[in-house]
């Protein structure tokens, strides 16, 4: 009588099972699985592409190290919230990470259930596979000035900009939605709107204290005679970092 059912994506996937026609343990089992292996390659792929970009840049090593220190010497040397969002300059290079070296060209791909008339007559049929092209908004040039580079610091500077923002600017939107974890249609890798990534929240801290820890408590560098930042394996749409490569690390 004291049972409640638990607020977690299997019970959801569960009690969905006729909706969607679900019948099987086995294909619930499936479905989870498919759901916690998303989980766990973006986050290993993303903070890989972090370290390969911090390695090729260690003039950032300082200005990262230095803005982690703050944040955990104002939390008592805790992993708080308030402690991971006050580390902007790591949100910031994160962020650039995510933009310069996505994982796929495309975000929040979707298949058509039923055929869909856009504004301008175009009609979509059922049972094509459709996406955003997120991998091209991040280089546009109109939204990100300079986009082929990867500035570190681009999204702290933007979160400085109060200015820009009351200015009514092209930039508003990028000001106001600089964070990590923002979405909106000048960053769609985490998605949009209602498909907008839920996981995003624990991914970006996740990412964070791992490389909090490794930025107060390591050295990393490139082997010698490297000087340029390894370039990512490419695969039709896809896009991921090279693990042949080799990044020198030992601690402090």
């Given at each position: ?142 939204i990100f000035p300079d986009a082929e580079v990867f500035d570190a610091l681009r999204y702290y500077k933007l ?94």
């Open positions: 009588d004291d049972y409640q059912e638990p607020d977690d994506m299997l019970q959801w996937m569960m009690n969905a099972q006729a909706k969607f026609g679900q019948s099987t343990n086995r294909q619930l089992a499936q479905n989870q699985l498919g759901i916690s292996f998303a989980a766990i390659h973006t986050t290993s792929l993303t903070t890989t592409n972090a370290l390969y970009w911090l390695a090729a840049k260690p003039e950032l090593i300082p200005i990262l190290r230095d803005d982690v220190q703050q944040a955990l010497l104002e939390s008592g040397g805790q992993f708080s919230s308030p402690a991971l969002q006050a580390m902007k300059k790591l949100d910031s290079f994160l962020r650039e990470v995510l933009r310069c070296s996505p994982l796929g060209a495309g975000s929040f791909s979707r298949k058509v259930l039923k055929a869909i008339k856009l504004p301008n007559g175009q009609v979509i049929p059922p049972d094509n596979v459709i996406e955003i092209p997120a991998g091209g908004v991040n280089l546009d040039d109109e979160r400085q900009a109060k200015d820009a923002a009351e200015s009514g600017s092209k930039a508003a939107e990028v000001v106001a939605n600089s964070q990590f974890v923002s979405v909106g249609t000048s960053h769609l890798t985490f998605g949009y709107g209602r498909h907008a990534c839920p996981g995003r929240f624990f991914a970006v801290n996740e990412i964070k204290m791992i490389m909090a820890n490794i930025l107060c408590n390591y050295e990393i560098k490139l082997p010698d005679g490297v000087t340029e930042r390894y370039e990512n394996i490419k695969f039709g749409a896809g896009s991921v970092p090279d693990p042949t490569k080799t990044v020198m690390i030992r601690k402090i």
